[in-house]
């Protein structure tokens, strides 16, 4: 059967299958994946990840693995280096 859904915001129609009709394909509202393809910071120079994202509901939140910091960006998010701090001068060296 053909019929319009609408979905709120941060979310779109997708097609599933009904719980409650033997699994007829049913319009349903999805929460729309707002993680960005290179989230997080994507993968370090040892290819390792720098963190996880996490989708919310138009937004998404990093959490991030040890040695890096979620840093922002409006309302952008990603996971960078710690940095422990500038490394002064020292006199007579």
Avoid: F, H, W
């Avoid at 509202?29 to 963190?51: H, M, Q, V």
């Avoid at 840093?71 to 007579?92: M, Q, W």
């Amino acid at each position: 059967k053909n019929y319009d859904c609408t979905c709120d915001s941060g979310y779109q129609v997708t097609i599933g299958t009904s719980p409650l009709r033997s699994g007829e394909p049913e319009k349903i509202c999805t929460n729309i994946n707002d993680c960005p393809s290179e989230a997080c910071g994507g993968l370090s120079p040892t290819n390792k990840s720098r963190g996880m994202c996490l989708d919310g509901l138009n937004t998404y939140t990093c959490s991030c693995n040890d040695g890096y910091d979620v840093s922002k960006s409006g309302s952008n998010e990603t996971c960078t280096p710690k940095t422990c701090d500038v490394v002064k001068a020292v006199a007579n060296a």
